[in-house]
């Protein structure tokens, strides 16, 4: 098992969770995130709020979200009750 995942995602949504542009990739990163015992989400705020094709990973299985954002920042609130927010 791994103990800590880092990934990324072309597009994050509050509801869905993530998604990439194509099924391969969100195949890969379920996958991965099955072995993993934390999950750290790095995407940059362009990202938040927008879908993509693939549904990649859920909410209940990330841990932690980090963006450039100050965790302060108002477009981080709809995800502060899904994960931590660094």
Avoid: H, N, Q
């Avoid at 542009?21 to 999950?39: D, I």
């Amino acid at each position: 098992l791994l103990s800590r995942l880092f990934i990324s995602a072309a597009a994050v949504d509050p509801l869905l969770g993530t998604s990439e542009t194509c099924l391969e990739e969100a195949e890969v990163k379920r996958a991965l995130v099955a072995m993993a015992g934390e999950v750290i989400l790095a995407v940059d705020a362009s990202k938040l709020g927008t879908r993509a094709v693939a549904v990649g990973v859920e909410w209940d299985k990330v841990t932690t979200l980090v963006t450039e954002l100050d965790p302060s920042d108002a477009r981080l609130d709809p995800y502060r009750t899904l994960v931590k927010i660094l």
